[in-house]
Structures are given as C-alpha cells and as structure tokens.
C-alpha cells in the first residue's frame, strides 16, 4: 500500500478519471440505452404474457363455467325427455289397457248377444218340433180314433155336446 501512494500521480488520475467519464458516457450513449430499452421491452413482454395468462385463466374459467352450466342444462333437460316419455308410456299403457277393456266389455256383450239370439233360436225350433210333434202324435191319435164309423159318431157327438156348453 505504500508502493501505491509513493506512486500515486495527480495527472495520471486525472486522465484516468477523464478515461472513465468518457467511457461511461459513451457506455450509456451507445450501450446502456440499447441494454434498458431491450430490458425494458423485455419487462413489458413479461408483463404483457402474464396479463395474457391471467386473462386466459379468467377465460377459462369462465368457460369452465359455461360448460358447467351448459352440463346442467343438458342433464336438466335429459331429466325432463326422460320424465316426459315416462309420461307418455304410461298414457299410452293406460289407453291401451282401457282400449283392450272396452273391446273386452264389446267382445262380452256381443257374445252374450249371439248366445242368446241362439237359445232364442233354439227355443223356436224346440217350439216347432213340439208342435210338428204334437201335430204328428194328434194326427195319429185322431186316426186311429177315427179308423172305427162308430167311434167318429161318438167323437162327433162328445165334441157337439162340449161345443154347445161352452
């Protein structure tokens, strides 16, 4: 240290000092504003991407959102589809139990009809057979009443007699 100050020169310093300046001044006429506008340029590069970030985090999220509501909405709906063909199912198993009803109660009466337009029948034509059977057995009994002339006088006279009486 005392080498230093032996040989310490008040000119020397002054060009040195006068070296520094100058090279400080042409440092920042030349470099230090390419160096601060490009950091700063760089700054506002990192400041214009998180602001980009942040706007497309709030972006998704309110897309987030969006599908979140829109999924609501879809099952909503899905629900509501769903409950309206239970519905309908349910109408149209109710109509077509009442259809199949009433075509029962329609199939019921129209055999009830025909069973008894055909005992009515069959009583007629039971009622004919009797009378063609009774007919035939009259016819039979009279002739053979008949066959004898003094059995047709009295038969005669029987009836002469029950018709004046009456």
Do not use: C, H
Not at 3 to 31: E, H, R, T, W
């Amino acid at each position: 240290m005392d080498q230093l100050l032996n040989d310490f020169s008040p000119g020397l310093f002054v060009m040195q000092a006068v070296i520094l300046i100058i090279l400080i001044l042409l440092m920042k006429k030349f470099a230090w504003k390419p160096i601060l506008s490009s950091l700063d340029e760089r700054e506002q590069g990192i400041q214009g991407a998180l602001e980009a970030a942040e706007k497309a985090r709030l972006e998704m999220k309110n897309l987030q959102a969006d599908n979140e509501k829109a999924l609501q909405e879809a099952r909503a709906e899905r629900d509501a589809m769903l409950k309206e063909a239970r519905e309908i199912r349910t109408k149209m198993i109710a109509e077509a139990e009442g259809d199949a009803k009433a075509q029962a109660d329609k199939i019921i009466t129209q055999a009830q009809e025909a069973i008894a337009a055909e005992k009515r029948a069959a009583v007629a034509e039971l009622k004919g057979q009797v009378a063609e059977l009774s007919l035939e057995i009259a016819e039979k009994v009279v002739k053979q009443e008949l066959s004898d002339k003094e059995k047709q006088q009295q038969y005669v006279d029987k009836m002469l007699q029950d018709a004046t009486l009456n």
